[in-house]
């Protein structure tokens, strides 16, 4: 059993930065992390996602070189960095867990309950 709580979602202007947090307890060892967002009317869809060591991370190409992953496994939590935030980027974001860094949300089987990201232009 594995628990997923994000956090710092929030207001930002365009252009901007945030940092979201995912905090995991329960079953983390060997587990990879991703983030998906969800946007009104829209299907959930992958933002990122990292290995367990690190060693992998994959991006959506509408997030490439603007959102960093990342994770510490010491403190079982897993980062996402969003920089250069665009009007197309307000979103719930999900932290989920895979046994791989894979772009496919059928890999995921375990999902926090979101956090908001609101970008005004």
């Known amino acids: 059993q594995v628990q997923l709580v994000e956090s710092g979602g929030g207001l930002v202007q365009a252009g901007g930065s945030l940092r979201l947090s995912c905090a995991a307890s329960?079953?983390?060892?060997?587990?990879?992390m991703g983030w998906f967002r969800q946007s009104p009317g829209k299907k959930r869809e992958f933002v990122a996602a990292?290995?367990?060591?690190?060693?992998?991370?994959t991006y959506a190409d509408s997030v490439k070189c603007r959102f960093t992953i990342s994770r510490d496994n010491a403190k079982n939590t897993v980062y996402l960095q969003m920089n250069s935030l665009k009007p197309e980027d307000p979103a719930v974001y999900y932290c989920?867990?895979?046994?791989?860094?894979?772009?496919?949300?059928?890999?995921?089987?375990?999902w926090g309950q979101g956090t908001q990201v609101t970008v005004s232009s």
């Open positions: 990292v290995s367990y060591r690190s060693t992998r991370t």
């Open positions: 989920a867990q895979s046994f791989s860094a894979s772009a496919n949300e059928g890999d995921y089987d375990a």
């Open positions: 329960g079953r983390t060892f060997g587990r990879a």
